[in-house]
C-alpha cells in the first residue's frame, strides 16, 4: 500500500470515526427534553453539514493528480479539523 492510500485510509476512517460519535449524538438528542432536543437537532444539522464537506474533500483528494497532492492534503485536513472542533464543542456543551 502506497504513503498516499495509507493517508486516504487513516482519513477515511477518521471521518467514519466521528461520524458514528455523531450518530451516537444524534440518538442522546431523541431522549433530551423538548426544547433541548431543538437545539440539538440544529447542532446535529450543522455537524452533518461539515461532515458532507469533509466527505467531499477527500474524494477530491482521492482524485487529485500529483501535482496538486499536497494542497489537496492541506486542505483536507483543515475540513477534517473544523469538523472535529465543532464536534468537540458540541459535545462540550451538553
Excluded: C, P
Amino acid at each position: 500500500m502506497s504513503h498516499r492510500d495509507e493517508y486516504i485510509a487513516k482519513m477515511k476512517l477518521q471521518i467514519d470515526e466521528l461520524n458514528a460519535s455523531v450518530n451516537k449524538l444524534e440518538l442522546d438528542a431523541h431522549a433530551a427534553k423538548k426544547g433541548a432536543q431543538a437545539k440539538y437537532n440544529e447542532e446535529i444539522g450543522k455537524l452533518r453539514v461539515q461532515s458532507q464537506l469533509a466527505i467531499d474533500k477527500l474524494d477530491e483528494l482521492i482524485a487529485a493528480g500529483e501535482s496538486s497532492w499536497e494542497s489537496m492534503v492541506l486542505e483536507t485536513e483543515k475540513v477534517r479539523d473544523a469538523f472535529v472542533r465543532s464536534f468537540h464543542y458540541f459535545k462540550s456543551q451538553l
